[in-house]
């Protein structure tokens, strides 16, 4: 158990919709880091938020949007969902604020996309 | 030409042989990471690099930032090894991470 968890752990869901994941960081860690997994594309970063401030973006979309609350959970917000957006949604928190440090992943959300 | 390339892509190893996964990159780096995702799904960080060699247990992790690759070794291999195995680098010049493809090894009884 990495101490990361993330809700729900399955979403099925229709193209067009609206989704929010939730994360919560290991108890300690100030960074949070999206990932997005799909058959087609693999593992991709998505976003990374620091003590409540954005810090690093990767290849996520205009329609998906993150925040880091003030306790520290974030959420990432998928909307306008189409079918490429069925994948696994992995969280990771780190102590630190930058890449290098070592993360700690979520078990991960399995998005599905009717 | 993907800025990570790993390789194998798959391999099959009979218990207790010795593994060596293979991680090369393009970009300039500050930081090299191994992953473990188990066929549930669930990713463990294994190694955060950004020289020399580390070591946990059965596992030892190298870099070359001259050559720009890293390697896995897995010793005295066991079947609850079997998983996919994913390098990740964090770009110098980048605040992002990027990932190869992984490499799906299978160790048999």
């Known amino acids: 158990d990495s101490g990361v968890t993330q809700t729900p752990k399955h979403l099925i869901t229709a193209t067009g919709q609206r989704v929010t994941l939730r994360c919560s960081p290991r108890?300690?860690?100030?960074?949070v880091y999206w990932y997005q997994q799909s058959l087609d594309q693999g593992l991709q970063f998505l976003i990374q938020?620091?003590?409540?401030?954005?810090?690093a973006k990767g290849n996520i979309l205009e329609r998906f949007s993150a925040q880091q609350f003030p306790d520290l959970h974030s959420e990432l917000n998928l909307s306008s969902l189409e079918l490429g957006d069925s994948a696994l949604y992995f969280c990771?928190?780190?102590?630190?604020?930058?890449?290098?440090?070592?993360?700690?992943f979520g078990p991960g959300t399995r998005l599905t996309v009717l | 030409k993907n800025e990570v390339e790993q390789s194998p892509q798959n391999l099959t190893a009979q218990e207790g042989e010795f593994i060596t996964i293979n991680c090369s990159y393009s970009?300039?780096?500050?930081?090299l990471h191994w992953l473990q995702q188990h066929p549930g799904g669930g990713i463990v960080s294994l190694f955060m690099l950004s020289s020399g060699k580390k070591k946990h247990g059965r596992l030892i992790a190298t870099i070359n930032i001259q050559e720009k690759h890293s390697s896995l070794h897995i010793t005295a291999s066991h079947p609850r090894d079997s998983a996919v195995y994913i390098c990740?680098?964090?770009?110098?010049?980048?605040?992002?991470?990027?990932f190869g493809t992984g490499t799906l090894l299978a160790v048999q009884p």
């Open positions: 938020y620091y003590n409540g401030e954005e810090r």
């Open positions: 108890s300690g860690d100030l960074s």
């Open positions: 990740a680098v964090k770009g110098g010049a980048t605040n992002k991470l990027i």
């Open positions: 970009v300039g780096i500050s930081a």
């Open positions: 990771a928190s780190s102590a630190y604020g930058t890449l290098g440090n070592e993360q700690f």
